[in-house]
């Protein structure tokens, strides 16, 4: 049961070769562009909802923080989609991997950070003392707010991972039980199969909060900062 | 490139269809199709924009255009994770 549970998790190989990369570039295939006004359904759709999340996320920067909104939007998107393919049966998502969210995690990070030293320099440094500290514990207070900013790019990347984990991980131990107790007590399995679809449903939910979390969080990063 | 009307005997193999293609032809067929990288790459478009302009790009699309694409994922996902899976099955033996 032990190796069975994680085994999904794992990446996907073939022959040794890994596979994981088709996988990751598939939700691009469910994305098509267009260089007309009038679309199909499909691209309505997309364009739609990628406007609506544009309108919402963006009006909080100034100019020099709206040049990141390519980035920002294909993220989120990024990481919806691929949470969302996740909960299909039988398939990989990437995101479950720390490396892959530390790929996306760390770089943009950094990138808000510099962004903040370059462009206000003095501000950027003065956040890391907070106002009306008494003085015999500023050099505390600096080292303690650095390692808070040191974290944020590992506390990006791990709540991403560990959220999703831990769901797909739960629904596949509640989907086990639900399979066992169908054999030792029938009038149990219809509450435990409630369970399992009230959870499904959070997962849903879960797939797409996450992703607005991250974005928003490199958001306000980058706010922070330009 | 053979125009649609022209007589059979005249048409090179190289340039039918597959499905115009006579069974003893097929070995010869197979080997005089482009097998580089930008015919693959080729092939692959070839195949994408005929999937999305049969079903996607169409005035009153379905949601099927979409659910045929993810159920085809879920069977591709299903084959890479038979070797795992094989273990779980309800026999007394594995």
């Known amino acids: ?226 | 490139m053979a125009s649609v009307g022209e007589c059979p005997a005249t048409v090179s193999v190289k340039d039918k269809k597959l499905l115009e293609v006579k069974l003893g032809e097929l070995p010869s067929w197979i080997l005089m199709r482009d097998f580089s990288p930008s015919g693959i790459f080729g092939a692959f478009q070839r195949g994408y924009y005929r999937y999305y302009n049969k079903y996607i790009n169409v005035k009153k699309g379905s949601i099927s255009g979409i659910t045929m694409v993810l159920a085809c994922y879920v069977l591709f996902s299903y084959c890479f994770s038979y070797k795992h899976l094989k273990h779980e099955r309800l026999r007394k033996y594995h």
């Open chain 1, 1 to 226: 049961m032990n190796e069975n549970l994680f085994a999904s998790f794992a990446a996907p190989t073939i022959l040794g070769l890994p596979a994981a990369v088709p996988i990751i570039l598939f939700p691009s295939l469910l994305i098509p562009t267009s260089k007309y006004l009038i679309n199909n359904r499909l691209i309505t759709t997309q364009q739609w909802l990628i406007q609506l999340t544009l309108k919402q996320m963006m009006t909080l920067h100034n100019t020099k923080g709206r040049t990141w909104s390519l980035m920002l939007i294909s993220l989120i998107i990024f990481i919806a989609t691929t949470n969302l393919l996740g909960l299909l049966p039988h398939s990989f998502t990437p995101t479950t991997q720390l490396s892959m969210n530390l790929a996306m995690a760390i770089p943009l990070w950094a990138g808000t950070v510099a962004t903040g030293l370059r462009l206000k320099t003095k501000n950027t440094l003065a956040h890391l003392l907070p106002q009306g500290t008494p003085t015999p514990l500023i050099p505390m207070l600096i080292i303690i707010e650095t390692i808070s900013l040191f974290i944020q790019p590992m506390a990006l990347a791990v709540r991403l991972t560990a959220n999703i984990t831990a769901g797909h991980l739960l629904m596949h131990l509640i989907g086990a039980a639900t399979l066992a107790l169908s054999t030792i007590s029938l009038p149990m399995t219809p509450i435990i199969f409630t369970i399992l679809a009230l959870l499904t449903i959070l997962e849903i939910a879960v797939a797409l909060i996450q992703a607005y979390v991250f974005t928003l969080l490199v958001s306000l990063y980058l706010h922070d900062n330009t």
